[in-house]
Every structure is written in C-alpha cells, then in structure tokens.
T-cell receptor, first 120, second 114 residues
Framework: AQKVTQAQTEISVVEKEDVTLDCVYE???????LFWYKQPPSGELVFLIR??????QNEISGRYSWNFQKSTSSFNFTITASQVVDSAVYFC?????????????????FGQGTELSVKP | DSGVTQTPKHLITATGQRVTLRCSPR?????VYWYQQSLDQGLQFLIQ???????AKGNILERFSAQQFPDLHSELNLSSLELGDSALYFC?????????????FGPGTRLTVT
C-alpha cells in the first residue's frame, strides 16, 4: 500500500542552523513521483519540488536541498542557514503510476507534516 | 499566488445543512483536485476531475459530491453536514491529470460546522 511517513512532528531550531526534514515512503509501483509542499501560517500550500522515481540526482535550490535515496525509500529535505521565514509545516507527498485508462489519476498521498519553528 | 481561486474563504454553518465550495483552476490547467485537511486525518484526497470527467476518487463520503463544468471550474457540494466535517478544504489544479505533474493549491475554504 502507498504511504508517506514524516516521523518528526515538530522541530525547533535557532536561526542560521541547518535542519533536515525526513520523509520515508512506501509504494509498489516502479514509477512514482515525490513532492514537497510548504504550508506557512497563512494556510496555503506552496509547491517546492517534484522528483521522479528514475532520477536519483540530488537537487539544490538556494538554501534548500533534497536527497532522494531509493535504497532507503527516503526523500529528505534540508534547509541550510534557516531563517524565521522558513517557519511552516512541511509536507512530503507521493503520487504513483503512469497515465492510462486504469490509472488512478494524479492524487497526492501526503505525510502527516513536520512543523518547523525557526527562532530568531 | 498560485493562480487557483477558491470561494468562500470561510464558511460557518449548522449541522444538517448543505454548502457549496467553488474552485477556479489556473489558466490552462485541465485537472482539478479536492483535498480535505483536518487535525485528526491530515491532508486527504477526495476526488479528481480531468476536463469535466471524474478521474479518481478517494475516501469521499457519499454525502459529498463534486463536478467540473465546461469552463473547468469545479464545485464541491457537502450535504447533511456533521460536526466532523469541519475542516480546511483545498482545491488544486494541474496542467494535466497525470501523476508526474505538480499540483498548485488554492488558499482553501475553512468550513466550520456548529
């Protein structure tokens, strides 16, 4: 069965610290896609990154980086030199399969989220 | 701003009532998704439409229904409301309905059932 686990419910750091948010997923499909979304206190969900199952290259975008490891079914997210504006709930999500008549569309399966608090 | 609009932003209603939540996708997006976010269930997929047709269904209650109109906007109808239906309801859209495409979320409608 498909499942996403974010074991860290809450993390609190002081500004400028590095922080890693863990994400472990379960799927039986060989083709799948992983996502990270940010939900700031204002409530909207903001797309951060998408990764597909056949591309294990790590990605860096400014202070954000993502480490995808199929061997451990993990897709971890690191924020370097955290800032107060990074305070939010972060969600990891999974979608599966290829497009086709029997495919269940592009629904996202979300983890429970990790609430990150960055103190000044 | 994701480009996805949702109305109303807040809705307060009583048990047993019926409400309609409205969503307009980003320009050019053909697929619309509805999700429910609650403290106990987290973010749960409800239903997906692609170009006017239902594409996938999650654990959507029978009291809930949705549709996507020819202009691609979507409505989620919730009837016989119960206290447990209080939640934040998100609409999202993507260019196609494929799993590989990222979804862009609207600001959500916060439903409070009293």
């Amino acid at each position: 069965a498909q499942k996403v686990t974010q074991a860290q419910t809450e993390i609190s750091v002081v500004e400028k610290e590095d922080v890693t948010l863990d994400c472990v997923y379960e799927t039986r499909d060989t083709t799948y896609y992983l996502f990270w979304y940010k939900q700031p206190p204002s409530g909207e969900l903001v797309f951060l990154i998408r990764r597909n199952s056949f591309d294990e290259q790590n990605e860096i975008s400014g202070r954000y980086s993502w480490n995808f490891q199929k061997s451990t079914s993990s897709f971890n997210f690191t924020i370097t030199a955290s800032q107060v504006v990074d305070s939010a709930v972060y969600f990891c999500a999974l979608s599966e399969g290829d497009w086709g008549p029997y495919n269940q569309g592009g629904k996202l399966i979300f983890g429970q989220g990790t609430e990150l608090s960055v103190k000044p | 701003d994701s480009g996805v609009t949702q109305t109303p932003k807040h809705l307060i209603t009583a048990t047993g009532q019926r409400v309609t939540l409205r969503c307009s996708p980003r320009s050019g997006d053909l697929s619309v998704y509805w999700y429910q976010q609650s403290l106990d269930q987290g973010l749960q997929f409800l239903i997906q439409y692609y170009n006017g047709e239902e594409r996938a269904k999650g654990n959507i209650l029978e009291r809930f229904s949705a549709q996507q109109f020819p202009d691609l906007h979507s409505e989620l109808n919730l009837s016989s409301l119960e206290l447990g239906d209080s939640a934040l309801y998100f609409c999202a859209s993507s260019q196609t309905g494929q799993p590989s495409y990222e979804q862009y979320f609207g600001p959500g409608t916060r439903l409070t059932v009293t």
